[in-house]
């Protein structure tokens, strides 16, 4: 025991077992941190699994002889293909399965769930699978208290994960490698590098444990991740005097470091450190230095780079490419655009959507819109389908030029052709007729959205109110309030500033005010522990500044969030009528009363700040001129 202890003084510092920090059982695990110990993790954890008044628990025959039955060991290899699988919420339903059962759970199986629960970082269960354990009276073993270290180290709680591993030793356990790369990699997501270090020296020490490549590649990170590279490097010196060598993977990480760091330069020299040690540099190596020169904005010097790649026998690859031409986009360099083109000419490299959206996007965001058509019509020819973010971009793009009635000429030829318009498209041309002050053609747009079954969301209805505040029409804006509520769509304090203005914007402050005042009681509604009401001055104040912020006559905002499309059941179409029903008599001059028969496809979905569509700055037309009048698209043809 002289050795353990030495090892533990070595590592122990001098706050790590505050006086009532922690209640300590007889028993293997109870390490339990006094402020932690909730009663009610035990019941949170297996709320599935309790037994009814109705229907007693019954229990396995064989689980109460044996340690486990047939049913418990297939069940547990189950519970790991499902984890294997990415599924670790199935895993734990299983689980949940086994106790309804009657079964007993093996210690496999407890090791196999709390490997499901730190994957879904439920960290609070830590505790009871413990407890669990003991009250079963099992014997961990190392298997388990490494998950028990793995699943404290996740959460960042290093105190408690050294105290299981001092634990797993005084149980005449031994640790493994393993063990001490799970401590190390959990003391650099704590932000604690140097107590890594001091782990490593401890290995060094004990006589039964080597650190492999993976502790020297997790410690590498652990400095690379506070951004202290210069460590990092010192690892890999300790690396090499070990007589190990580093790999691609530990390369990698300081060359990330670097161009996270804005070095993209110094990422390049890392190349030469690989060919020095034998390491071949490969594709990630080279996406790391070409995505660092991106993010500085020195295109040039990636695409320099990227015809070096034939140096280290790497071809560029599409995502590579794409990467390129978004760079050169970006800075409006059609140069650029047209090099990159014969260089994926060159190595064989066939453009993707991706591609082609890229510089439609060019051209739209510039406001020619025939340009932005043509690549849209090559794509076609190549035999590439547009995907939705393709629609979207001609759609914005003839918004953005204040061709509305073409963005819905796109939209119905999407229909025609078989696509399927998301809520982003759809609320994208209805933007385009608020901005014409074209409500009623807004509204047609709206009604067909719900015919063709896509839900309206946040961002539809703020569209819609914002139009009618622009057409200087408060009270039908007022009343898209109530068909929200007939679909499900819950208003935002966005939404309720976008009314106050419209009614302001008519010199109807006291409407304004009324407004005003729903966004308090919405907020003492929702926050009952709040540190003290805002008064309605207050909100009008932060009203203003918000609205100013949203310079609603000079951007342009487009929806950019795909919702999912879901049909509403039959009882929300059943409220959404009689709601409609209700009104008819003081909306009988408002759209609402026509459209009623299209809720039948009113469903749920959310998005929040409204979309403002106004006529594109002439000084950003200006700044595509050059790129407008001549860069070329001969490969994409």
């Given at each position: 025991?002289?050795?353990?202890?030495?090892?533990?003084?070595?590592?122990?510092?001098?706050?790590k077992y505050q006086s009532g920090s922690t209640?300590?059982?007889?028993?293997?695990?109870?390490?339990?941190?006094?402020?932690?110990?909730?009663?009610?993790?035990?019941?949170?954890?297996?709320?599935?699994?309790?037994?009814?008044?109705?229907?007693?628990?019954?229990?396995?025959?064989?689980?109460?002889?044996?340690?486990?039955?047939?049913?418990?060991?297939?069940?547990?290899?189950?519970?790991?293909?499902?984890?294997?699988?990415?599924?670790?919420?199935?895993?734990?339903?299983?689980?949940?399965?086994?106790?309804?059962?009657?079964?007993?759970?093996?210690?496999?199986?407890?090791?196999?769930?709390?490997?499901?629960?730190?994957?879904?970082?439920?960290?609070?269960?830590?505790?009871?699978?413990?407890?669990?354990?003991?009250?079963?009276?099992?014997?961990?073993?190392?298997?388990?208290?490494?998950?028990?270290?793995?699943?404290?180290?996740?959460?960042?709680?290093?105190?408690?994960?050294?105290?299981?591993?001092?634990?797993?030793?005084?149980?005449?356990?031994?640790?493994?490698?393993?063990?001490?790369?799970?401590?190390?990699?959990?003391?650099?997501?704590?932000?604690?590098?140097?107590?890594?270090?001091?782990?490593?020296?401890l290995m060094s020490r004990e006589g039964n444990v080597k650190p492999n490549l993976?502790?020297?590649?997790?410690?590498?990170?652990?400095?690379?991740?506070?951004?202290?590279?210069?460590?990092?490097?010192?690892?890999?010196?300790?690396?090499?005097?070990?007589?190990?060598?580093?790999?691609?993977?530990?390369?990698?990480?300081?060359?990330?470091?670097?161009?996270?760091?804005?070095?993209?330069?110094?990422?390049?020299?890392?190349?030469?450190?690989?060919?020095?040690?034998?390491?071949?540099?490969?594709?990630?190596?080279?996406?790391?230095?070409?995505?660092?020169?991106?993010?500085?904005?020195?295109?040039?010097?990636?695409?320099?780079?990227?015809?070096?790649?034939?140096?280290?026998?790497?071809?560029?690859?599409?995502?590579?490419?794409?990467?390129?031409?978004?760079?050169?986009?970006?800075?409006?360099?059609?140069?650029?655009?047209?090099?990159?083109?014969?260089?994926?000419?060159?190595?064989?490299?066939?453009?993707?959507?991706?591609?082609?959206?890229?510089?439609?996007?060019?051209?739209?965001?510039?406001?020619?819109?025939?340009?932005?058509?043509?690549?849209?019509?090559?794509?076609?020819?190549?035999?590439?389908?547009?995907?939705?973010?393709?629609?979207?971009?001609?759609?914005?793009?003839?918004?953005?030029?204040?061709?509305?009635?073409?963005?819905?000429?796109?939209?119905?030829?999407?229909?025609?052709?078989?696509?399927?318009?998301?809520?982003?498209?759809?609320?994208?041309?209805?933007?385009?007729?608020?901005?014409?002050?074209?409500?009623?053609?807004?509204?047609?747009?709206?009604?067909?959205?719900?015919?063709?079954?896509?839900?309206?969301?946040?961002?539809?209805?703020?569209?819609?109110?914002?139009?009618?505040?622009?057409?200087?029409?408060?009270?039908?804006?007022?009343?898209?309030?109530?068909?929200?509520?007939?679909?499900?769509?819950?208003?935002?304090?966005?939404?309720?500033?976008?009314?106050?203005?419209?009614?302001?914007?008519?010199?109807?402050?006291?409407?304004?005010?009324?407004?005003?005042?729903?966004?308090?009681?919405?907020?003492?509604?929702?926050?009952?522990?709040?540190?003290?009401?805002?008064?309605?001055?207050?909100?009008?104040?932060?009203?203003?500044?918000?609205?100013?912020?949203?310079?609603?006559?000079?951007?342009?905002?487009?929806?950019?969030?795909?919702?999912?499309?879901?049909?509403?059941?039959?009882?929300?179409?059943?409220?959404?009528?009689?709601?409609?029903?209700?009104?008819?008599?003081?909306?009988?001059?408002?759209?609402?009363?026509?459209?009623?028969?299209?809720?039948?496809?009113?469903?749920?979905?959310?998005?929040?700040?409204?979309?403002?569509?106004?006529?594109?700055?002439?000084?950003?037309?200006?700044?595509?001129?050059?790129?407008?009048?001549?860069?070329?698209?001969?490969?994409?043809?």
């Open positions: 025991m002289g050795k353990f202890a030495e090892g533990k003084a070595f590592l122990q510092t001098d706050d209640i300590v059982k007889k028993g293997w695990g109870q390490m339990i941190p006094a402020k932690k110990n909730n009663p009610g993790e035990k019941k949170q954890l297996y709320s599935n699994s309790k037994p009814t008044d109705s229907q007693p628990q019954t229990h396995c025959s064989f689980c109460m002889n044996k340690e486990s039955c047939r049913t418990v060991r297939s069940m547990t290899k189950l519970m790991n293909i499902l984890i294997e699988r990415g599924k670790p919420q199935e895993a734990q339903a299983i689980f949940n399965n086994l106790i309804e059962g009657g079964h007993k759970p093996s210690l496999v199986t407890y090791t196999t769930l709390l490997a499901a629960l730190t994957i879904q970082k439920r960290f609070n269960s830590i505790h009871s699978i413990m407890s669990q354990v003991e009250e079963n009276g099992m014997e961990p073993d190392s298997i388990f208290f490494n998950a028990v270290i793995n699943a404290f180290s996740e959460s960042g709680n290093m105190e408690e994960a050294m105290d299981t591993f001092w634990k797993m030793k005084e149980s005449g356990l031994t640790p493994t490698t393993s063990t001490y790369n799970t401590l190390i990699k959990g003391y650099g997501i704590a932000g604690k590098p140097e107590e890594s270090v001091k782990l490593l020296d993976r502790t020297y590649n997790v410690l590498v990170r652990a400095w690379c991740n506070e951004k202290n590279i210069t460590e990092a490097w010192n690892v890999m010196h300790k690396m090499a005097a070990s007589g190990m060598k580093p790999d691609a993977v530990t390369y990698h990480t300081i060359a990330t470091a670097y161009a996270r760091n804005g070095e993209a330069d110094q990422a390049e020299e890392v190349i030469v450190e690989m060919e020095h040690n034998g390491v071949q540099p490969n594709g990630r190596t080279c996406g790391i230095i070409i995505s660092g020169y991106c993010k500085e904005g020195k295109i040039k010097e990636a695409l320099r780079f990227a015809r070096r790649m034939k140096e280290y026998g790497v071809h560029p690859n599409l995502v590579i490419f794409n990467l390129l031409i978004k760079g050169f986009v970006e800075i409006m360099d059609r140069d650029g655009v047209d090099e990159v083109l014969a260089l994926m000419k060159e190595f064989r490299v066939n453009p993707d959507v991706i591609t082609y959206s890229t510089i439609m996007n060019a051209w739209s965001t510039a406001g020619f819109m025939d340009k932005c058509k043509e690549i849209f019509d090559d794509m076609v020819k190549a035999g590439i389908k547009p995907d939705a973010h393709a629609y979207s971009i001609l759609a914005k793009g003839y918004v953005r030029a204040q061709e509305p009635e073409k963005a819905e000429e796109l939209l119905m030829t999407m229909i025609e052709l078989g696509f399927h318009p998301n809520v982003v498209i759809f609320t994208t041309v209805i933007s385009g007729w608020c901005s014409d002050g074209s409500m009623d053609r807004a509204i047609e747009v709206f009604d067909k959205m719900c015919e063709h079954g896509v839900s309206p969301n946040l961002k539809t209805f703020e569209t819609l109110m914002w139009g009618y505040s622009e057409a200087k029409q408060p009270w039908r804006a007022e009343e898209i309030l109530q068909i929200m509520k007939a679909f499900g769509v819950h208003p935002q304090k966005s939404t309720f500033l976008i009314l106050a203005e419209a009614w302001r914007a008519t010199g109807l402050t006291k409407e304004a005010k009324r407004i005003l005042s729903k966004i308090k009681n919405k907020e003492r509604t929702n926050e009952m522990e709040a540190e003290e009401e805002i008064p309605v001055e207050s909100l009008e104040r932060l009203y203003h500044k918000e609205a100013t912020s949203a310079s609603y006559p000079n951007l342009l905002q487009i929806p950019n969030v795909v919702s999912s499309d879901q049909k509403g059941s039959a009882a929300a179409l059943k409220k959404g009528r009689m709601l409609l029903r209700d009104t008819d008599s003081s909306l009988e001059c408002s759209w609402f009363a026509t459209t009623s028969m299209y809720l039948s496809h009113s469903c749920k979905s959310g998005a929040r700040l409204p979309i403002i569509c106004q006529k594109q700055p002439l000084g950003q037309v200006g700044m595509y001129s050059q790129l407008a009048n001549s860069c070329t698209v001969v490969f994409l043809n």
